[in-house]
């Protein structure tokens, strides 16, 4: 195969049709990154509907077309608009971004396709997906493995995921492309008070709901508060599904005067204040397929709190690893990391800024692209 073949990619494109969340944020950085190391490929982006303002600049790219618009929801699109779009437009791959392909789609479509699995959770943690979300992921993910050239896969862990339990994809490509350490901005933005009064406090960011499990957190730092001199606690994310009663006490400032604090919908240079500010990290998730945060705060130097979960392992060596729902355990480790932190005793593990860039991982993704459209693959 020729190194850095100039080919035309199409790709799904719904991820940036909302702000913020991992996948629009993976999509955004790993494009931006792509059209560095590859400025001479063309690129093709799908929807359903019309994508989020926050990616205009990305958009302005000379060599990118953008084609959205139907009445159709976006899991009846992908499956009943998208296959007579993609026959209107020439492209050698096709760039499935959210874990899905058309159905039937070799039939249908002619190019070969390299699909994004983020992870496995309709089938190893069905409990933290919306019912219907889970279920239409149950429904096609074993047949977008097998009609996929390339698995893109976001971590090792799901890697294995897939390989249990769909054991028939044991000679399928699986390619590893991690997601990058740096922010879209890094320029620190003191959010609004009360949080923006907050000098040094224990941070945790992720979308409020049950696979994230802030709830266990917030009950673990209580129950320290009575044991040791605490800093203050702050989550930052968006509301997500579930969780209501823990949104509305963070929302309405229930717990502020036990030092929980909630800064909803940060942007990015929000969030680099917050790393910069922030004593430790704690993410407590029951299941990632990666956990982006995690990446972020160790590019700040760190030092984390993490969930006893395969991903964490497998990215946060060197830091605390905890049982997720063991609310006496995360209690003792804030209690203690606390005290560690005030005396200036924490020590972040070492971290390799060019390994985890987004120009190394775009140009694996590349390369990967590149093996995906070549004929003889």
């Known amino acids: 195969m020729q190194a850095n073949r100039n080919i035309t990619v199409a790709l799904d494109a719904r991820p940036l049709i909302v702000p913020g969340n991992g996948n629009a944020r993976y999509l955004e950085q790993m494009l931006a990154s792509l059209f560095a190391v590859r400025p001479a490929w063309k690129w093709v982006l799908f929807s359903h509907r019309k994508l989020h303002s926050d990616y205009s600049e990305l958009l302005s790219h000379h060599q990118l077309r953008l084609i959205t618009g139907s009445r159709l929801p976006g899991p009846l699109w992908i499956h009943f608009t998208l296959p007579g779009l993609l026959k209107n437009y020439q492209h050698d791959v096709f760039w499935g971004t959210l874990a899905m392909l058309p159905l039937r789609y070799r039939r249908r479509c002619q190019a070969p396709a390299a699909v994004n699995f983020h992870d496995l959770n309709a089938f190893v943690a069905p409990g933290s997906m919306v019912r219907w979300n889970a279920w239409q992921h149950r429904l096609t993910n074993e047949r977008t493995l097998q009609e996929a050239r390339t698995i893109l896969c976001l971590s090792g862990a799901t890697a294995k995921d897939i390989r249990r339990v769909f054991p028939q994809t044991q000679n399928k490509r699986m390619v590893i492309v991690y997601p990058g350490a740096q922010m879209r901005s890094e320029k620190p933005v003191r959010p609004p008070p009360p949080v923006g009064n907050l000098e040094h406090f224990i941070f945790c960011v992720g979308t409020l709901e049950p696979r994230k499990n802030q709830a266990t957190l917030v009950n673990a730092y209580l129950k320290a508060r009575g044991t040791v001199d605490l800093p203050p606690l702050l989550l930052a994310g968006k509301k997500g599904w579930g969780d209501d009663d823990l949104y509305h006490k963070l929302s309405t400032g229930v717990y502020s005067d036990r030092q929980i604090h909630f800064l909803e919908e940060p942007d990015d240079g929000q969030l680099a204040w917050c790393y910069e500010q922030a ?33 964490f392992r497998e990215i946060g060596q060197g830091n605390v690893f905890i049982p997720a729902l063991d609310v006496d355990a995360w209690a003792r480790n804030l209690a203690d990391f606390s005290v560690l932190a005030r005396t200036g005793q924490l020590r972040p ?29």
Do not use: C, N
């Open 279 to 311: 004593a430790f990290v704690a993410q407590p998730s029951l299941h990632e397929g990666f956990g982006l945060p995690i990446l972020e705060a160790m590019h700040h130097k760190k030092v984390l709190l993490l969930s006893d979960i395969p991903v």
């Open 349 to 377: 593990r070492a971290f390799d800024p060019v390994y985890w860039s987004w120009h190394k991982r775009a140009e694996i993704l590349a390369q990967a692209l590149e093996l995906t459209a070549a004929p003889t693959a």
